[in-house]
T-cell receptor, first 112, second 111 residues
């Protein structure tokens, strides 16, 4: 257990539905990252926060994706109007300063 | 923008064989380099990292990697693999805050 907690572990949804994932980072970590991983690929960067500020968003992140970290602690990633191409493992990671990145176990999303 | 290239997508070895996984990166500035491992059904774990200093870095479980700046490479090595090293290995680079991963190498070690 790395200390980064993600919920749910698995999510199955129908195309067009909205989904929301939650990430609880290690408590003293000020940076929080979201990545997406599909089969046969490495994790792709989506966005990251320093405290509550969202400092960078990937061009991969369409307008249907939104992430928040309202109090600088947990974060949520919402996908609106899901598409089959959104099916992937969504990974959250956190770190403090230049220390190493700790990953959670991910949320596996399947869009039917 | 930084990018990472891993040349071997699948590697199959017998136990006790030596391992070398290639990683090349592209980034114009000062880089930090990492190797992560993902065992079946588990989360990503850091194997080793290079920030500065000795270009030969040693990590956990007998792994090491060598940073060769002139070749933009950071290859992972292990002299003698074990069945328990079966996993997916990702090379990653960070320049400005975010980690960029390669596509990964799936290693299968047969007993």
């Amino acid at each position: 257990d790395t200390g980064v907690s993600q919920n749910p572990r698995h999510k199955i949804t129908k195309r067009g539905q909205n989904v929301t994932f939650r990430c609880d980072p290690i408590s003293e970590h000020n940076r929080l990252y979201w990545y997406r991983q599909t089969l046969g690929q490495g994790p792709e960067f989506l966005t990251y926060f320093q405290n509550e500020a969202q400092l960078e968003k990937s061009r991969l992140l369409s307008d249907r994706f939104s992430a928040e970290r309202p109090k600088g602690s947990f974060s949520t990633l919402e996908i609106q109007r899901t598409e089959q191409g959104d099916s992937a493992m969504y990974l959250c990671a956190s770190k403090e300063g230049n220390e190493k990145l700790f990953f959670g176990s991910g949320t596996q999303l399947s869009v039917l | 923008a930084q990018s990472v290239s891993q040349h071997n997508h699948h590697v199959i070895l017998s136990e006790a064989a030596s391992l070398e996984l290639g990683c090349n990166y592209s980034y114009g500035g000062t880089v930090n380099l990492f190797w992560y491992v993902q065992y079946p059904g588990q989360h990503l774990q850091l194997l080793l990292k290079y920030f500065s200093g000795d270009p030969l870095v040693k990590g956990i479980k007998g792994f090491e990697a060598e940073f060769i700046k002139s070749k933009f490479s950071f290859n992972l090595r292990k002299p003698s693999v074990q069945w328990s090293d079966t996993a997916e290995y990702f090379c990653a680079v960070t320049g400005f805050q975010k980690l960029v991963f390669g596509t990964g190498t799936r290693l299968l070690v047969s007993p």
